[in-house]
């Protein structure tokens, strides 16, 4: 069984930055692609950004974070982190940890942080 549990959100002004955590809580972390999604007001979930299981760590990114996220993983620590700079408004969302194992679908999700960025 698999539990992931973030923490790090908050409120930052515009232009500031934030850093999400996600503690993955099972066996076999390296073996899980890792991805955040996020969930604003009114709106569907969206994917945000995932990093791959392998040891090559291949990264990908929604075009609206690019450059200014970074997803990153401590397969020792068994962890996933979200650098989130030059933080706008629109990313005000509860942004949620997801895990696949291998190159399945996410099956397991977090309960999520939120994230609130004011102007």
């Known amino acids: 069984q698999v539990q992931l549990v973030e923490s790090g959100g908050g409120l930052v002004q515009a232009g500031g930055s934030l850093r999400l955590s996600c503690a993955f809580l099972?066996?076999?972390?390296?073996?899980?692609?890792m991805g955040w999604f996020r969930q604003a007001p009114g709106k569907e979930r969206e994917f945000v950004a995932s990093?791959?299981?392998?040891?090559?760590?291949?990264?990908s990114y929604a075009d609206s974070v690019k450059g200014r996220f970074f997803i990153s993983r401590d397969n020792a620590r068994n962890t996933v982190l979200l650098q989130m700079n030059s933080l706008k408004s629109e990313d005000t969302a509860v942004y949620y940890c997801?895990?696949?194992?291998?190159?399945?679908?996410?099956?397991?999700w977090g309960q999520g942080t939120q994230v609130t960025v004011s102007s």
């Open positions: 997801a895990a696949a194992f291998r190159a399945g679908s996410y099956g397991y």
């Open positions: 099972g066996r076999t972390f390296s073996s899980y692609v």
């Open positions: 990093i791959h299981w392998s040891g090559s760590s291949i990264t």
